[in-house]
Nanobody, 114 residues
Framework: VQLQASGGGRVQAGGSLRLACTAS????????LGWYRQADGKQRELVAV???????NYGDSVKGRFAISRDNAKNTVLLQMNSLKPEDTAVYYC?????????WGKGTLVTVSS
């Protein structure tokens, strides 16, 4: 499975960004797509994930500000990030759990300036 992400960049605090990621390859009809992030000096953490039947899970720090959605026909996941804070600055990684295995995208940098 390959993951191609787009979006990210630099934004001021309070602003919005949208990340998109498309999965290609042999993909199970049941899978979980989502985003994780890693800030400098910190461990990778959950941002948000969504299953192919629409069940979502968010990291505590983004609840109420970020929204994840997906298009199953296109194997695409979107992450709408609103009310961004400087502490959201990190490399964001797209992830798919497919056939019990994790695959990762290359990561896209999100920088939020104060």
């Amino acid at each position: 499975v390959q993951l191609q992400a787009s979006g990210g960049g630099r934004v001021q605090a309070g602003g919005s960004l949208r990340l998109a990621c498309t999965a290609s390859g042999t993909i199970s009809s049941f899978n979980i797509l989502g985003w994780y992030r890693q800030a400098d000096g910190k461990q990778r953490e959950l941002v948000a994930v969504i299953s192919s039947i629409g069940i979502t899970n968010y990291g505590d720090s983004v609840k109420g500000r970020f929204a994840i959605s997906r298009d199953n026909a296109k194997n695409t996941v979107l992450l709408q990030m609103n009310s961004l804070k400087p502490e959201d600055t990190a490399v964001y990684y797209c992830n798919i759990r497919n056939w019990g295995r994790d695959s990762w995208g290359k990561g896209t940098l999100v920088t939020v300036s104060s």
